[in-house]
């Protein structure tokens, strides 16, 4: 064998852990940027998760490692056989790329977020690339200088694989290294931003939190509105200081007489950091829940950071309050500027309430009413009783800015379901399919097996992961959750062996028959179970979707 058969095999060889680099780190970019180029929760994640470090991975660069010191000794003891060490070095690098196949993290299915390439990313993106070229320079001049011999290259190879196991490192580094200039920019963004809403003196900022329904109670209210108003809603589930600072720069204009802006939190001042931003005049909470305990710790923490919304309005401002929440209740009550109450149940103290409420798998009807006598008999397509409640917080936000009843009711017949979230899909094969895969949680997922309940005619059926990040909470809700599937569904497909367990335990707990529920590790098996257990007339719920960095 010619040394330049070894050259040709050893340069592929550098292509391609080149592009194995390349691959590698695109995959924990994307967990990194899931994690909002959070370093703690990138390695929260890193810590539970297989993906990072999968068998194979292990187990070929476990191979990879015994196969070079096996070359090293073979060389040593082979220094008088030029051909046989030829062969040996060749044969080394053609096994080194077969191990090296298996172990990228490629998957056939459609991710939830696919990674996209902001001008963030590629910044963090360019930072590893340059770290992962500066130690393979250093690789490659130990090697030169140390080794020198090609038929040593495989040491550079092994150096490179382990550079290419440990890129979830590599990438957190780079992560570190990049965030002073990070934080410049998204400072620098965030106070144009805040200027830009300081000089548009007629513009009514709109602020909605709540730990469930702030993006339906968004889209809904940004509906009604629209029946008076030029009306900018943040798109989708855009509720992060930079996510609102990229709308307020890029897509706000003059054109625009109000801007709605929903406002999520992980952590206490978050909301406040947003309502600085925004400035609202009008202030919204939806509804108090266990979400993001893993953060907020307790419910306490999660009350106190929503009502940092109220607290940052001005002193004309109104405050509106579901307070048939009994968290919310206890805010609206110690609140003393402007308030509007909506709810359907201690009508007398309300400001706004529905009543007469027929919900059907069609919709619900309900009329609703004020304490002035005003009334409207309206019809959504929305599905669950939920949803009247979201569409409340939107009436009381038209009733602050000026809408009459029967602008509010043409409002709320326009309003269309929200992908995600309870939405009908029918795929043309007789079966029916809810469509509530965003983000599932106690109250959601309550109101999605009500309104399962409520079709009539064929068998119901679960595909469900279950909820997370409840924190303490999860498990306990989970078997809730169960018991509560139990009453309703006829067929459950639980997707995940272990975090289903609490639920297995409440289907158990019921007396819930044993034949009826099947576990699968992936949607793709559980489509599988589908096609073997459905037919016509029968209701599939599809509740919560599992981001793309969770683990069990």
Not at 13 to 19: G, K
Not at 157 to 172: D, N
Not at 198 to 213: A, D
Request: hydrophobic fraction near 40%; charged fraction near 25%.
């Amino acid at each position: 064998m010619g040394v330049e058969s070894m050259v040709i095999a050893f340069i592929l060889a550098t292509f391609v852990l080149i592009y194995f680099l390349i691959e590698r780190s695109k995959f924990f970019l994307h967990m990194m940027q899931l994690e909002g180029y959070k370093g703690d929760r990138y390695r929260k994640w890193l810590y539970k998760n297989e993906k990072a470090y999968s068998k194979r991975l292990q187990k070929n660069f476990i191979y990879i490692f015994l196969l070079t010191i096996l070359f090293m000794i073979g060389a040593r003891y082979l220094e008088e056989y030029e051909n046989i060490r030829k062969a040996i070095s060749f044969a080394y690098a053609v096994l080194w790329m077969f191990l090296m196949m298996p172990t990228l993290n490629k998957k056939e299915e459609e991710v939830k977020k696919p990674l996209v390439f902001t001008n963030r990313a590629k910044r963090l993106f360019t930072t590893n690339l340059i770290l992962n070229t500066i130690v393979l320079s250093i690789v490659y001049v130990f090697f030169h200088k140390l080794l020198g011999n090609i038929l040593y290259f495989p040491v550079v190879l092994l150096l490179g694989t382990i550079l290419y196991y440990f890129q979830s490192e590599s990438l957190y580094v780079s992560n570190i290294i990049i965030k002073p200039v990070e934080d410049r920019i998204n400072m620098y963004y965030y106070h144009k931003a805040q200027k830009k809403i300081e000089t548009m003196e007629n513009l009514h900022v709109i602020g909605i939190t709540g730990s469930f329904g702030k993006t339906s109670t968004k889209f809904i209210t940004g509906t009604i509105l629209k029946e008076k108003y030029r009306v900018l809603n943040t798109p989708e589930s855009y509720n992060t200081p930079m996510g609102l600072s990229t709308i307020i720069n890029n897509e706000l204009s003059d054109k625009h007489q109000v801007f709605i802006a929903e406002m999520g939190a992980r952590n206490i001042g978050d909301i406040r950091e947003l309502a600085e931003l925004t400035k609202p005049k009008i202030g919204v909470i939806t509804s108090i829940g266990p979400t993001h305990l893993e953060t907020f710790k307790n419910l306490d923490n999660i009350m106190k950071t929503k009502y940092e919304l109220i607290e940052e309005l001005p002193t004309d401002g109104v405050a509106i309050f579901n307070y048939d929440d009994e968290h919310i209740k206890k805010l609206a009550d110690k609140t003393f500027k402007e308030k509007i109450l909506y709810g359907m149940e201690d009508r007398e103290k309300l400001d706004i309430f529905a009543e007469d409420v027929e919900v059907s798998e069609r919709g619900s009807t309900f009329t609703i009413k004020d304490k002035k006598g005003n009334s409207i008999r309206c019809t959504t397509k929305l599905l669950g009783k939920h949803n009247i409640y979201n569409i409340l917080a939107g009436v009381c936000v038209a009733l602050a800015m000026g809408l009459n009843f029967q602008e509010i009711k043409r409002g709320i017949e326009k309003i269309k379901p929200i992908p995600h979230r309870l939405n009908i899909i029918n795929p043309g094969t007789g079966i029916t399919i809810i469509d509530d895969a965003f983000n599932s949680n106690p109250m959601g997922a309550k109101a999605a097996l009500e309104v399962l309940s409520q079709f009539q005619g064929g068998r119901k059926i679960i595909v469900t992961p279950g909820m997370v990040e409840l924190g303490t909470m999860e498990e306990d809700a989970n078997r809730e959750f169960g018991m509560n599937i139990g009453k309703v569904c006829d067929f459950v497909i639980l997707v995940g062996e272990k975090r289903t367990i609490p639920i297995y335990e409440g289907l158990m707990e019921v007396g819930y028959n044993k034949d009826n529920i099947f576990v699968v590790n992936s949607l793709d098996e559980a489509t599988k179970v589908i096609q073997k257990i459905a037919a016509p007339k029968d209701v599939i719920l599809f509740e919560n979707d599992l981001p793309d960095n969770y683990s069990e």
